[in-house]
């Protein structure tokens, strides 16, 4: 059984920073992409950011320059570092782990929110 936990979520002004983490636990061989998905009230879930276990990252265009991903891979932990913050940026904040455990397949957390006011 895998779990992904997110945590670092709440509420900040326009231009506040804030740092997201999941860690995933449970029993599986190996992490590959790990990576954070937003989904706005009304809107699908869109990809924010990604990291492979090598360390090669992808970003969304209107996150590339304000946030950071990272990981740690002896925590089985992947972080997001939000700086510049948005209204626009609200939404609920989804992590995913692509990794080996009965099978291969994506595994996703449930959520933390995030609410910019301006």
């Known amino acids: 059984q895998v779990q992904l936990v997110e945590s670092g979520g709440g509420l900040v002004q326009s231009g506040g920073t804030l740092r997201l983490s999941c860690v995933a636990s449970?029993?599986?061989?190996?992490?590959?992409?790990m990576g954070w998905h937003r989904q706005a009230p009304g809107k699908q879930r869109v990809l924010v950011a990604a990291?492979?276990?090598?360390?090669?990252?992808n970003y969304a265009d209107s996150m590339k320059g304000r946030f950071t991903i990272s990981r740690d891979n002896a925590k089985n932990t992947v972080y997001l570092r939000m700086n510049s913050l948005k209204p626009e940026d609200t939404g609920v904040y989804y992590c995913?782990?692509?990794?080996?455990?009965?099978?291969?397949?994506?595994?996703w957390g449930q959520g933390t929110q995030v609410t910019v006011s301006s």
């Open positions: 995913n782990a692509d990794l080996f455990g009965s099978t291969y397949a994506t595994y």
């Open positions: 449970g029993s599986f061989a190996s992490i590959y992409t």
């Open positions: 990291i492979t276990s090598g360390g090669i990252t």
